[in-house]
Protein backbone atom coordinates (compact mmCIF):
# COMPACT_ATOMS: atom_id res chain seq x y z
CA UNK A 1 0.00 0.00 0.00
CA UNK A 2 2.91 2.43 1.42
CA UNK A 3 4.50 1.69 -2.23
CA UNK A 4 1.40 2.45 -4.39
CA UNK A 5 0.99 5.90 -2.30
CA UNK A 6 4.89 6.69 -3.28
CA UNK A 7 4.15 5.99 -7.08
CA UNK A 8 0.98 8.55 -7.13
CA UNK A 9 3.02 11.09 -5.26
CA UNK A 10 4.71 12.65 -8.09
CA UNK A 11 1.52 13.16 -10.08
CA UNK A 12 -0.20 15.09 -6.97
CA UNK A 13 2.85 17.45 -6.76
CA UNK A 14 4.59 19.61 -8.16
CA UNK A 15 3.29 21.55 -11.72
CA UNK A 16 0.97 18.49 -12.47
CA UNK A 17 -1.47 19.60 -10.17
CA UNK A 18 -2.59 22.62 -12.06
CA UNK A 19 -4.23 20.77 -14.56
CA UNK A 20 -6.90 19.92 -11.95
CA UNK A 21 -8.14 23.41 -12.16
CA UNK A 22 -9.68 22.71 -16.18
CA UNK A 23 -10.31 18.82 -14.73
CA UNK A 24 -12.98 20.47 -12.24
CA UNK A 25 -14.69 22.71 -14.67
CA UNK A 26 -15.32 20.18 -16.94
CA UNK A 27 -16.67 17.27 -14.57
CA UNK A 28 -18.71 19.69 -12.82
CA UNK A 29 -20.41 21.14 -16.08
CA UNK A 30 -21.49 17.71 -16.31
CA UNK A 31 -22.30 16.84 -12.82
CA UNK A 32 -24.79 20.54 -13.37
CA UNK A 33 -26.44 19.18 -16.19
CA UNK A 34 -27.22 15.57 -14.53
CA UNK A 35 -27.79 16.42 -10.95
CA UNK A 36 -28.61 20.54 -11.35
CA UNK A 37 -26.65 23.21 -11.12
CA UNK A 38 -28.00 24.31 -7.66
CA UNK A 39 -27.59 21.22 -6.11
CA UNK A 40 -24.09 21.13 -7.12
CA UNK A 41 -23.65 24.67 -6.29
CA UNK A 42 -24.56 23.53 -2.74
CA UNK A 43 -21.84 20.14 -2.34
CA UNK A 44 -19.32 22.72 -3.46
CA UNK A 45 -20.02 25.08 -0.68
CA UNK A 46 -19.51 21.96 1.97
CA UNK A 47 -16.22 20.80 -0.23
CA UNK A 48 -14.51 24.34 0.30
CA UNK A 49 -15.12 24.39 4.19
CA UNK A 50 -13.95 20.56 4.03
CA UNK A 51 -10.73 22.17 2.31
CA UNK A 52 -10.26 24.99 4.61
CA UNK A 53 -11.35 22.80 7.89
CA UNK A 54 -9.75 19.67 7.23
CA UNK A 55 -6.79 19.91 4.43
CA UNK A 56 -5.14 23.02 4.02
CA UNK A 57 -4.21 23.50 8.34
CA UNK A 58 -2.44 19.47 7.98
CA UNK A 59 -0.74 20.50 4.89
CA UNK A 60 0.74 23.78 6.77
CA UNK A 61 1.54 21.50 9.83
CA UNK A 62 3.54 19.18 7.27
CA UNK A 63 5.19 22.62 5.58
CA UNK A 64 6.07 23.79 9.12
CA UNK A 65 7.30 21.09 10.28
CA UNK A 66 10.29 20.59 8.09
CA UNK A 67 11.85 24.06 8.35
CA UNK A 68 13.59 26.14 11.26
CA UNK A 69 11.40 29.55 11.85
CA UNK A 70 14.25 31.55 11.97
CA UNK A 71 15.17 35.38 10.95
CA UNK A 72 14.56 35.05 7.06
CA UNK A 73 10.59 33.57 8.25
CA UNK A 74 10.25 36.52 10.51
CA UNK A 75 11.34 38.99 7.94
CA UNK A 76 9.16 37.55 5.33
CA UNK A 77 6.41 37.14 7.69
CA UNK A 78 6.85 41.05 8.55
CA UNK A 79 6.75 42.02 4.99
CA UNK A 80 3.55 40.35 3.77
CA UNK A 81 1.79 41.68 6.53
CA UNK A 82 3.13 45.04 5.51
CA UNK A 83 2.24 44.39 1.64
CA UNK A 84 -1.20 43.30 2.78
CA UNK A 85 -2.23 46.23 4.62
CA UNK A 86 -0.89 48.92 2.00
CA UNK A 87 -2.88 46.51 -0.21
CA UNK A 88 -5.69 47.51 1.44
CA UNK A 89 -4.99 51.30 2.35
CA UNK A 90 -4.23 51.33 -1.44
CA UNK A 91 -7.94 50.05 -1.97
CA UNK A 92 -9.35 52.51 0.63
CA UNK A 93 -7.85 55.65 -0.91
CA UNK A 94 -8.92 54.27 -4.83
CA UNK A 95 -12.57 53.53 -3.72
CA UNK A 96 -12.45 57.26 -1.80
CA UNK A 97 -10.79 58.82 -4.66
CA UNK A 98 -13.25 57.08 -7.42
CA UNK A 99 -16.66 57.75 -4.68
CA UNK A 100 -16.43 61.80 -5.21
CA UNK A 101 -18.30 60.73 -9.24
CA UNK A 102 -21.36 59.93 -7.09
CA UNK A 103 -23.86 62.10 -5.68
CA UNK A 104 -25.17 60.15 -2.86
CA UNK A 105 -23.39 59.84 0.36
CA UNK A 106 -24.34 56.41 0.91
CA UNK A 107 -23.68 55.92 -2.56
CA UNK A 108 -20.04 56.23 -1.56
CA UNK A 109 -19.68 54.74 1.50
CA UNK A 110 -21.33 51.78 -0.21
CA UNK A 111 -18.77 51.83 -2.99
CA UNK A 112 -15.65 52.70 -0.41
CA UNK A 113 -16.72 49.38 1.37
CA UNK A 114 -17.25 47.33 -1.13
CA UNK A 115 -13.95 48.02 -3.10
CA UNK A 116 -12.06 48.00 0.08
CA UNK A 117 -13.31 44.12 0.76
CA UNK A 118 -12.71 42.76 -3.02
CA UNK A 119 -8.93 43.42 -2.34
CA UNK A 120 -9.45 40.04 -0.46
CA UNK A 121 -7.80 37.50 -2.74
CA UNK A 122 -8.12 33.96 -3.09
CA UNK A 123 -4.93 33.16 -1.22
CA UNK A 124 -5.98 29.20 -0.17
CA UNK A 125 -7.65 27.96 -2.71
CA UNK A 126 -6.11 29.41 -6.24
CA UNK A 127 -3.10 30.66 -4.08
CA UNK A 128 -2.85 27.24 -2.54
CA UNK A 129 -1.31 25.99 -6.16
CA UNK A 130 2.26 27.88 -4.77
CA UNK A 131 2.18 25.14 -2.04
CA UNK A 132 2.83 22.26 -4.64
CA UNK A 133 6.40 24.28 -5.66
CA UNK A 134 9.10 23.06 -2.51
CA UNK A 135 11.09 26.06 -2.98
CA UNK A 136 8.08 28.15 -2.35
CA UNK A 137 5.81 26.24 0.02
CA UNK A 138 6.79 27.80 3.20
CA UNK A 139 6.54 31.33 2.14
CA UNK A 140 3.48 30.32 0.36
CA UNK A 141 2.24 29.31 3.93
CA UNK A 142 3.05 32.22 5.11
CA UNK A 143 1.38 34.40 3.12
CA UNK A 144 -1.84 32.38 3.30
CA UNK A 145 -1.99 32.11 7.18
CA UNK A 146 -1.72 36.37 7.45
CA UNK A 147 -3.72 36.93 4.58
CA UNK A 148 -6.43 34.71 6.51
CA UNK A 149 -5.83 37.11 9.09
CA UNK A 150 -6.85 39.90 7.01
CA UNK A 151 -9.60 38.56 5.39
CA UNK A 152 -11.28 36.71 8.32
CA UNK A 153 -10.48 39.42 11.27
CA UNK A 154 -8.94 43.07 10.23
CA UNK A 155 -11.32 43.68 7.76
CA UNK A 156 -14.66 42.43 9.25
CA UNK A 157 -13.16 44.39 12.13
CA UNK A 158 -13.17 47.40 9.79
CA UNK A 159 -16.52 47.21 7.81
CA UNK A 160 -18.19 46.27 11.19
CA UNK A 161 -16.57 49.99 12.43
CA UNK A 162 -17.86 51.98 9.17
CA UNK A 163 -20.99 49.92 9.16
CA UNK A 164 -22.01 50.99 12.26
CA UNK A 165 -21.11 54.74 11.29
CA UNK A 166 -23.64 54.67 8.90
CA UNK A 167 -26.33 54.61 11.66
CA UNK A 168 -24.63 57.44 13.94
CA UNK A 169 -27.18 60.11 12.51
CA UNK A 170 -30.15 58.23 11.43
CA UNK A 171 -32.92 56.63 13.63
CA UNK A 172 -31.81 53.14 12.92
CA UNK A 173 -31.01 50.23 14.62
CA UNK A 174 -28.05 48.63 12.76
CA UNK A 175 -27.86 44.69 13.05
CA UNK A 176 -24.99 44.23 11.93
CA UNK A 177 -24.44 40.00 11.23
CA UNK A 178 -21.01 39.09 11.94
CA UNK A 179 -19.14 36.41 9.70
CA UNK A 180 -20.28 33.03 10.77
CA UNK A 181 -18.94 31.23 13.74
CA UNK A 182 -16.29 29.10 11.70
CA UNK A 183 -14.72 31.88 9.26
CA UNK A 184 -14.14 33.79 12.00
CA UNK A 185 -12.44 30.97 13.74
CA UNK A 186 -10.79 29.94 10.79
CA UNK A 187 -7.28 32.06 10.72
CA UNK A 188 -6.36 31.09 14.63
CA UNK A 189 -7.45 27.87 13.85
CA UNK A 190 -4.71 27.82 11.29
CA UNK A 191 -2.07 29.45 12.85
CA UNK A 192 -2.50 26.95 15.92
CA UNK A 193 -1.23 24.18 13.47
CA UNK A 194 1.68 26.36 12.37
CA UNK A 195 2.63 27.76 15.51
CA UNK A 196 2.42 24.16 17.04
CA UNK A 197 4.51 22.54 13.85
CA UNK A 198 7.10 25.34 14.80
CA UNK A 199 7.38 24.36 18.39
CA UNK A 200 7.14 21.15 17.66
CA UNK A 201 10.25 20.73 14.86
CA UNK A 202 12.18 23.02 17.39
CA UNK A 203 12.46 21.40 20.48
CA UNK A 204 12.56 17.73 19.32
CA UNK A 205 13.95 18.51 15.82
CA UNK A 206 11.11 15.93 14.52
CA UNK A 207 10.42 15.72 10.89
CA UNK A 208 7.07 14.09 8.64
CA UNK A 209 9.91 11.63 7.51
CA UNK A 210 10.80 10.48 11.10
CA UNK A 211 7.18 9.05 11.58
CA UNK A 212 8.30 6.07 8.67
CA UNK A 213 5.03 5.11 6.65
CA UNK A 214 2.57 6.91 8.83
CA UNK A 215 5.11 9.78 7.40
CA UNK A 216 4.33 8.67 4.08
CA UNK A 217 0.40 8.24 4.29
CA UNK A 218 0.53 11.88 5.71
CA UNK A 219 2.54 13.27 2.91
CA UNK A 220 0.05 11.37 0.56
CA UNK A 221 -2.97 12.95 2.48
CA UNK A 222 -1.68 16.55 2.90
CA UNK A 223 -0.53 16.40 -0.82
CA UNK A 224 -3.90 16.02 -2.00
CA UNK A 225 -4.72 19.47 -0.67
CA UNK A 226 -3.39 21.06 -4.00
CA UNK A 227 -5.35 19.39 -6.91
CA UNK A 228 -8.31 19.40 -4.69
CA UNK A 229 -7.98 22.98 -3.98
CA UNK A 230 -7.40 23.61 -8.05
CA UNK A 231 -9.93 21.56 -8.79
CA UNK A 232 -12.40 23.30 -6.44
CA UNK A 233 -11.56 26.62 -8.33
CA UNK A 234 -12.25 25.21 -12.01
CA UNK A 235 -15.59 24.26 -10.78
CA UNK A 236 -16.41 27.38 -9.80
CA UNK A 237 -15.90 28.95 -13.22
CA UNK A 238 -19.87 28.71 -14.88
CA UNK A 239 -20.04 28.66 -18.83
CA UNK A 240 -22.72 30.96 -18.70
CA UNK A 241 -20.30 33.58 -17.29
CA UNK A 242 -18.45 33.27 -20.48
CA UNK A 243 -20.29 35.92 -23.22
CA UNK A 244 -19.31 38.32 -25.13
CA UNK A 245 -22.23 40.56 -23.94
CA UNK A 246 -21.32 40.51 -20.69
CA UNK A 247 -17.28 41.30 -21.12
CA UNK A 248 -18.59 44.27 -23.61
CA UNK A 249 -20.55 45.35 -19.94
CA UNK A 250 -16.81 45.26 -18.07
CA UNK A 251 -15.12 47.16 -20.72
CA UNK A 252 -17.84 49.69 -21.65
CA UNK A 253 -16.92 52.93 -20.65
CA UNK A 254 -20.00 55.06 -21.38
CA UNK A 255 -21.70 53.86 -18.47
CA UNK A 256 -23.56 56.32 -16.00
CA UNK A 257 -21.66 57.11 -12.86
CA UNK A 258 -24.13 59.18 -11.23
CA UNK A 259 -25.49 56.41 -8.97
CA UNK A 260 -24.21 53.03 -8.37
CA UNK A 261 -23.66 51.11 -11.45
CA UNK A 262 -22.74 47.56 -11.05
CA UNK A 263 -20.43 47.13 -13.92
CA UNK A 264 -18.82 50.62 -13.77
CA UNK A 265 -18.05 49.60 -10.23
CA UNK A 266 -16.79 46.13 -11.26
CA UNK A 267 -14.63 47.52 -13.60
CA UNK A 268 -12.99 49.95 -11.12
CA UNK A 269 -12.34 46.68 -9.10
CA UNK A 270 -11.46 44.97 -11.71
CA UNK A 271 -8.44 47.77 -12.88
CA UNK A 272 -7.25 47.71 -8.95
CA UNK A 273 -6.99 43.98 -8.33
CA UNK A 274 -5.77 42.67 -11.78
CA UNK A 275 -3.93 45.72 -13.09
CA UNK A 276 -2.54 48.56 -10.48
CA UNK A 277 -1.93 46.25 -7.44
CA UNK A 278 -0.17 43.97 -9.19
CA UNK A 279 2.00 46.53 -11.10
CA UNK A 280 3.16 48.39 -7.73
CA UNK A 281 4.09 45.28 -6.13
CA UNK A 282 6.21 43.86 -9.19
CA UNK A 283 7.90 47.89 -8.94
CA UNK A 284 8.11 47.46 -5.58
CA UNK A 285 9.68 43.83 -5.18
CA UNK A 286 11.46 44.51 -8.42
CA UNK A 287 13.55 47.28 -6.69
CA UNK A 288 14.01 44.93 -3.71
CA UNK A 289 15.17 41.71 -5.68
CA UNK A 290 17.84 44.16 -8.10
CA UNK A 291 18.83 46.08 -5.24
CA UNK A 292 19.65 41.98 -3.07
CA UNK A 293 17.36 43.22 -0.72
CA UNK A 294 14.92 39.94 -1.22
CA UNK A 295 15.74 36.75 -2.99
CA UNK A 296 14.24 35.85 -5.88
CA UNK A 297 11.71 33.43 -4.32
CA UNK A 298 10.46 35.78 -2.34
CA UNK A 299 9.97 37.81 -5.59
CA UNK A 300 8.22 35.21 -7.08
CA UNK A 301 5.25 34.10 -4.38
CA UNK A 302 4.67 38.46 -3.47
CA UNK A 303 4.53 38.53 -6.91
CA UNK A 304 1.79 35.97 -7.75
CA UNK A 305 -0.06 36.59 -4.55
CA UNK A 306 -1.04 40.02 -5.85
CA UNK A 307 -2.70 38.90 -9.09
CA UNK A 308 -4.57 36.30 -7.89
CA UNK A 309 -8.41 36.49 -8.44
CA UNK A 310 -10.43 37.77 -5.63
CA UNK A 311 -12.21 35.19 -2.89
CA UNK A 312 -15.35 34.36 -3.42
CA UNK A 313 -15.80 34.07 0.43
CA UNK A 314 -16.29 38.16 0.17
CA UNK A 315 -19.19 37.45 0.06
CA UNK A 316 -19.91 36.44 3.71
CA UNK A 317 -19.27 40.05 4.35
CA UNK A 318 -22.23 41.33 2.36
CA UNK A 319 -24.29 41.92 5.74
CA UNK A 320 -21.45 44.24 6.58
CA UNK A 321 -23.08 46.73 3.71
CA UNK A 322 -21.39 45.37 1.03
CA UNK A 323 -22.55 45.09 -2.35
CA UNK A 324 -23.83 41.75 -3.03
CA UNK A 325 -24.08 41.97 -7.34
CA UNK A 326 -20.56 43.79 -7.28
CA UNK A 327 -18.93 41.44 -5.24
CA UNK A 328 -20.44 38.38 -7.35
CA UNK A 329 -19.25 39.69 -10.71
CA UNK A 330 -16.21 40.84 -9.72
CA UNK A 331 -15.38 37.49 -8.47
CA UNK A 332 -16.05 35.90 -11.26
CA UNK A 333 -14.46 37.77 -13.34
CA UNK A 334 -10.81 38.42 -11.59
CA UNK A 335 -11.22 34.65 -11.49
CA UNK A 336 -11.63 33.83 -15.00
CA UNK A 337 -8.71 36.30 -16.18
CA UNK A 338 -6.03 36.13 -13.46
CA UNK A 339 -6.27 31.92 -13.09
CA UNK A 340 -4.31 31.75 -16.64
CA UNK A 341 -2.09 34.69 -15.57
CA UNK A 342 -0.89 32.95 -12.33
CA UNK A 343 -0.77 29.44 -13.63
CA UNK A 344 1.84 30.74 -16.56
CA UNK A 345 3.50 33.21 -13.70
CA UNK A 346 4.17 30.01 -11.67
CA UNK A 347 5.53 27.72 -14.12
CA UNK A 348 7.56 30.52 -15.77
CA UNK A 349 9.39 31.64 -12.42
CA UNK A 350 9.49 28.09 -11.57
CA UNK A 351 11.64 27.21 -15.13
CA UNK A 352 13.33 30.88 -15.42
CA UNK A 353 13.80 32.65 -11.91
Known amino acids: MIEILEAILPYIRGLWTLPWIVVGFFITILLSRILGEEKINKIMKKIGLILLYFFVPFLLFRIFLSVDFGENEIAFSSLCFVILALMYILAYYYAKKLSNKFKSDDDKRHYIKTILTNQGRSSAFVGGALLAIQEWWVLAAIYMSIGAIFLFAI ?18 KSNVKT ?25 TGLVVNDFGDFGIAFIFFTSLTIPAALYYVGAGIHPRDLKINEMKKLFDFKLKKERIDHWFCVRNIFFLTVIITPILTIIFTGFALILDFIPKEWFAVLVINSILPITSTNMFLVPYGIDKKITALSVTWTTLVCIPIVMILIVVFRLFL
Open 179 to 203: LPWYLRLFPWYLLLFAFSAVILHRF
Open 155 to 172: IPYILSYLHKKDFINIDV
